[in-house]
Structures are given as structure tokens and as C-alpha cells.
Nanobody, 122 residues
Framework: QVQLVESGGGLVQAGGSLRLSCAAS????????MGWFRQAPGKEREFVAA????????GYAQSVKGRFTISRDNAKNTVDLQMNSLKPEDTAVYYC???????????????WGQGTQVTVSS
């Protein structure tokens, strides 16, 4: 079993930055892809970014490309999401995920964190 715990959410003004972190425990995830998703009020959960175990591949939703950067530290079993130039529309609960069962952009991942709130004020 794997546990994922997100941290780093908060309130920030538009144009600001936040760094989210996801710590995994239970077993090493160094061979798995990991990802970030988000869910805004009244909307479905959507893909944000993913990274393969080697870090050689990263993928982003079009809405965050060029502003967000995903990275991982396999030795520490963590994955981070650096978010720059934040916009009010980035406001959502952000979830960490591990072990995809389908395409990275789908919601079919085996493990999920509990989420961390990000609020961007205008």
C-alpha cells in the first residue's frame, strides 16, 4: 500500500508562485510515473502534469504549460509542482497521484493523496 501526502498549498495573489510537494510512503515509487491533478469547485478533476520515474519525460496540460514545472526526487520519494505566474483560474484542490493505469491524463491512477487547497486571488 502507498500513502501520498501533499503539502504547500495556500493563498497567493495572481502572478505569484507556490510550490507543492507530495511525499510518498509505504514503498518506493522510483519505478512509477507520478502526477498532479486538480479539481475546482463544481468541476471535474483534471490532469495538470506527470513525470516518468526517470524524470526524462514530463507532460503538462495546455493550461499550465510554461508556468508549472513538475520534478521528482526518487531518493526521497517525493514529487514537486512549482507553480509560477498563478491565475485565479488555477484555484483548486491539487492532488498527487501515483501508478497510472491508463494514459497519464486520465483519472485512472491507483494511488491518490488527500489534496491541498490552492487559492489565487485577483
Amino acid at each position: 500500500q502507498v500513502q501520498l501526502v501533499e503539502s504547500g498549498g495556500g493563498l497567493v495573489q495572481a502572478g505569484g508562485s507556490l510550490r507543492l510537494s507530495c511525499a510518498a510512503s509505504g514503498r518506493s515509487l522510483s519505478s512509477d510515473a507520478m502526477g498532479w491533478f486538480r479539481q475546482a469547485p463544481g468541476k471535474e478533476r483534471e490532469f495538470v502534469a506527470a513525470i516518468r520515474w526517470s524524470g526524462a519525460y514530463t507532460g503538462y496540460a495546455q493550461s499550465v504549460k510554461g508556468r508549472f514545472t513538475i520534478s521528482r526526487d526518487n531518493a526521497k520519494n517525493t514529487v514537486d509542482l512549482q507553480m509560477n505566474s498563478l491565475k485565479p483560474e488555477d484555484t483548486a484542490v491539487y492532488y498527487c497521484a501515483a501508478e497510472p493505469r491508463s494514459s497519464y491524463s486520465s483519472n485512472e491512477w491507483k494511488y491518490w493523496g488527500q489534496g491541498t487547497q490552492v487559492t489565487v486571488s485577483s
